[in-house]
């Protein structure tokens, strides 16, 4: 057994598991190394998808999806009304609480990885009475998100877009909400063609969009600065890290929380790490070091950016948020280096963006897929089979993150105001399927936590954890409230209160009027006929379906890891012995 007295850790995954053959692999084709597939049947799932995801490749499809200079870009909006303070030092704090976050999520990431993690993880570690209402709530409060997040990337894509032809036609062209939709509309479907077609490359294809944002950043920290000083002076230092302004009618220090949401909303997207678990070789490792390497480096590197956004925009804070280009961004290039170099810039702008969705939307999909192989979707057993002519992909799961993400955009068409609930809805539904893993975790389940190769500590990990729960509550109250001030009109009203409590609404009523009769948590999907009658007893006192079980592979069974966590209550009632 991999224990200590004391402490429980789960050595290295590769000196731990057995060398046997292992039916749950498909004969035609090896998916994946043995050390992967039979950590991933430790946990009830036979390898279904192919590991072509290295370490590296798993960190670049969370900082692509991050998009540090685009994401920033779209959600200046929050941060210049609070001023240079707001973006430098309000960057630099919520990042940091963010990087909490990500490593109470790297613990779990590194014991259990599985791409559907964070409803496994609630429905794990929750009470019996609790489990599959919470672990129902988690996986739907994160597939929306996912979704939600597909739609803000896409939609901030259309605005960029159409900035950069209103620059080129000097502001004499202003887009309609029908062809913001109309672009978004034309960039989902092309991120499904090319999400759909592109599996055997999409890994290698996320170090080309780190080298693209590293390549974009670069740029920017250069030019800003030099265009700044050829045309005008550069702002001191003094204005950059201490100049407070308040363009809303909330209190300053109110403002300034504000302004946490544009990196709360930027660096958002490193359960994508999770999500890829399954394709991700030494995933137990793979995982965590790419949540934390993603945050990491946008922790890093968007200081340095708002330092230098700081430094030259215009004071005038207003004349940049009303701009005419509809992009505060596009309006800072446009003073610092002009007319032609804001439309490269822009125009690499929005293509980075464009790969952020690409990222998303696949990232989304595996999530959608997990939760579907489990049944808790509509229509599961339609999105469940995995297309090996593809490449071994979801294919119809990611058809099926395009078609909600272009009925969701049709906010789009109503005012600005309800598309920025878009933004919104990132932040509140993912921040509740983040926190509820962790803190169920910490509250019912810290006996049966069982640590990966990656693990802060007995004395450091349930500290984190309660930091990185009080933080992700305190986002959710925060992504509620009007940017602008309180008493709002319908046009500056935040909709995410009305838009999530609709997803949490709906999700709990469908739960406790239908879903609660046949949802048991999450099914086992490798053969059952070869475990142990005490191996069975331990799974379903952990509350995993063993009856509801599709597609068993001959001859499936548990190796030694989960057994040894998951059989706790078993070995407690003397039920068996520890082998």
Same mark, same amino acid.
């Given at each position: 057994?991999?224990?200590?007295?004391?402490?429980?850790?789960?050595?290295?995954?590769?000196?731990?598991?057995?060398?046997?053959?292992?039916?749950?692999?498909?004969?035609?084709?090896?998916?994946?190394?043995?050390?992967?597939?039979?950590?991933?049947?430790?946990?009830?799932?036979?390898?279904?998808?192919?590991?072509?995801?290295?370490?590296?490749?798993?960190?670049?499809?969370?900082?692509?999806?991050?998009?540090?200079?685009?994401?920033?870009?779209?959600?200046?909006?929050?941060?210049?009304?609070?001023?240079?303070?707001?973006?430098?030092?309000?960057?630099?704090?919520?990042?940091?609480?963010?990087?909490?976050?990500?490593?109470?999520?790297?613990?779990?990431?590194?014991?259990?990885?599985?791409?559907?993690?964070?409803?496994?993880?609630?429905?794990?570690?929750?009470?019996?009475?609790?489990?599959?209402?919470?672990?129902?709530?988690?996986?739907?409060?994160?597939?929306?998100?996912?979704?939600?997040?597909?739609?803000?990337?896409?939609?901030?894509?259309?605005?960029?877009?159409?900035?950069?032809?209103?620059?080129?036609?000097?502001?004499?062209?202003?887009?309609?909400?029908?062809?913001?939709?109309?672009?978004?509309?034309?960039?989902?479907?092309?991120?499904?063609?090319?999400?759909?077609?592109?599996?055997?490359?999409?890994?290698?294809?996320?170090?080309?969009?780190?080298?693209?944002?590293?390549?974009?950043?670069?740029?920017?920290?250069?030019?800003?600065?030099?265009?700044?000083?050829?045309?005008?002076?550069?702002?001191?230092?003094?204005?950059?890290?201490?100049?407070?302004?308040?363009?809303?009618?909330?209190?300053?220090?109110?403002?300034?929380?504000?302004?946490?949401?544009?990196?709360?909303?930027?660096?958002?997207?490193?359960?994508?790490?999770?999500?890829?678990?399954?394709?991700?070789?030494?995933?137990?490792?793979?995982?965590?070091?790419?949540?934390?390497?993603?945050?990491?480096?946008?922790?890093?590197?968007?200081?340095?950016?708002?330092?230098?956004?700081?430094?030259?925009?215009?004071?005038?804070?207003?004349?940049?948020?009303?701009?005419?280009?509809?992009?505060?961004?596009?309006?800072?290039?446009?003073?610092?280096?002009?007319?032609?170099?804001? =439309? +490269? %810039?822009?125009? @690499?702008?929005?293509?980075?963006?464009? /790969?952020?969705?690409? !990222?998303?939307? #696949? &990232?989304?999909?595996?999530?959608?897929?997990?939760?579907?192989?489990?049944?808790?979707?509509?229509?599961?057993?339609?999105?469940?089979?995995?297309?090996?002519?593809?490449?071994?992909?979801?294919?119809?799961?990611?058809?099926?993150?395009?078609?909600?993400?272009?009925? =969701? +955009? %049709?906010?789009? @068409?109503?005012?600005?105001?309800?598309? /920025?609930?878009?933004? !919104?809805?990132? #932040? &509140?539904?993912?921040?509740?399927?983040?926190?509820?893993?962790?803190?169920?975790?910490?509250?019912?389940?810290?006996?049966?936590?069982?640590?990966?190769?990656?693990?802060?500590?007995?004395?450091?990990?349930?500290?984190?954890?309660?930091?990185?729960?009080?933080?992700?509550?305190?986002?959710?109250? @925060?992504?509620?409230?009007?940017?602008?001030?309180?008493?709002?009109?319908?046009?500056?009203?935040?909709?995410?209160?009305?838009?999530?409590?609709?997803?949490?609404?709906?999700?709990?009523?469908?739960?406790?009027?239908?879903?609660?009769?046949?949802?048991?948590?999450?099914?086992?999907?490798?053969?059952?006929?070869?475990?142990?009658?005490?191996?069975?007893?331990?799974?379903?006192?952990?509350?995993?379906?063993?009856?509801?079980?599709?597609?068993?592979?001959?001859?499936?069974?548990?190796?030694?890891?989960?057994?040894?966590?998951?059989?706790?209550?078993?070995?407690?009632?003397?039920?068996?012995?520890?082998?």
């Amino acid at each position: 057994m991999a224990t200590t007295m004391g402490t429980r850790v789960q050595p290295d995954l590769e000196k731990t598991v057995s060398r046997r053959s292992h039916s749950n692999v498909p004969p035609q084709e090896l998916l994946a190394n043995e050390a992967d597939t039979e950590l991933l049947a430790t946990l009830g799932y036979k390898q279904e998808l192919r590991r072509n995801f290295t370490m590296l490749e798993v960190f670049g499809i969370a900082f692509s999806i991050m998009g540090l200079l685009p994401s920033i870009a779209s959600t200046l909006a929050f941060s210049i009304p609070a001023g240079p303070v707001g973006m430098v030092w309000g960057w630099f704090l919520a990042s940091m609480f963010i990087f909490v976050v990500g490593v109470a999520m790297a613990d779990l990431g590194s014991a259990m990885p599985t791409s559907g993690g964070l409803y496994w993880w609630t429905h794990y570690f929750a009470s019996p009475k609790t489990r599959n209402a919470l672990s129902f709530l988690v996986g739907y409060s994160n597939s929306l998100g996912l979704i939600g997040g597909l739609c803000s990337v896409d939609y901030g894509f259309a605005l960029m877009f159409c900035s950069v032809i209103v620059i080129a036609r000097d502001g004499n062209w202003t887009p309609s909400n029908g062809v913001v939709y109309a672009v978004f509309l034309c960039c989902v479907l092309l991120h499904g063609v090319l999400a759909s077609t592109l599996s055997k490359v999409m890994g290698k294809l996320q170090t080309v969009f780190v080298a693209m944002n590293i390549i974009l950043i670069i740029a920017t920290i250069i030019a800003l600065p030099v265009g700044k000083h050829l045309s005008s002076e550069r702002n001191d230092a003094h204005y950059i890290f201490a100049q407070t302004e308040n363009l809303t009618t909330w209190p300053t220090g109110w403002a300034f929380m504000l302004s946490w949401l544009s990196p709360i909303w930027t660096i958002g997207a490193f359960d994508s790490c999770v999500h890829m678990s399954e394709e991700a070789a030494n995933a137990a490792k793979a995982v965590p070091y790419g949540i934390m390497m993603s945050i990491g480096c946008c922790w890093f590197l968007g200081f340095i950016i708002m330092i230098v956004i700081g430094a030259c925009i215009n004071p005038d804070l207003e004349s940049v948020l009303g701009s005419s280009f509809g992009q505060p961004m596009a309006q800072i290039y446009y003073d610092a280096i002009g007319k032609s170099g804001t =439309l +490269g %810039l822009m125009s @690499l702008l929005f293509i980075v963006q464009f /790969a952020m969705g690409l !990222s998303i939307l #696949v &990232a989304a999909s595996r999530q959608t897929w997990a939760f579907s192989r489990d049944g808790a979707l509509p229509f599961s057993s339609f999105f469940r089979p995995i297309s090996k002519r593809m490449g071994y992909i979801p294919f119809r799961t990611i058809w099926g993150c395009v078609l909600l993400a272009a009925v =969701l +955009g %049709l906010l789009c @068409l109503i005012a600005p105001a309800a598309a /920025a609930a878009l933004f !919104s809805l990132v #932040v &509140a539904g993912n921040n509740l399927a983040w926190g509820l893993p962790i803190f169920c975790r910490v509250v019912w389940g810290q006996h049966k936590f069982v640590p990966g190769p990656f693990y802060t500590g007995d004395y450091f990990s349930k500290p984190i954890a309660w930091v990185a729960i009080i933080f992700l509550v305190f986002g959710i109250v @925060l992504a509620m409230f009007p940017v602008g001030g309180p008493n709002p009109t319908p046009q500056s009203m935040n909709y995410t209160v009305v838009i999530n409590m609709a997803v949490w609404g709906g999700a709990v009523l469908y739960y406790f009027v239908d879903a609660r009769k046949w949802f048991t948590g999450p099914k086992i999907t490798i053969g059952v006929e070869g475990l142990t009658g005490e191996q069975q007893a331990a799974l379903t006192a952990e509350g995993l379906d063993l009856g509801a079980v599709e597609g068993i592979v001959p001859g499936g069974g548990l190796t030694e890891p989960r057994v040894e966590g998951a059989s706790e209550k078993v070995r407690e009632k003397g039920d068996m012995d520890s082998s």
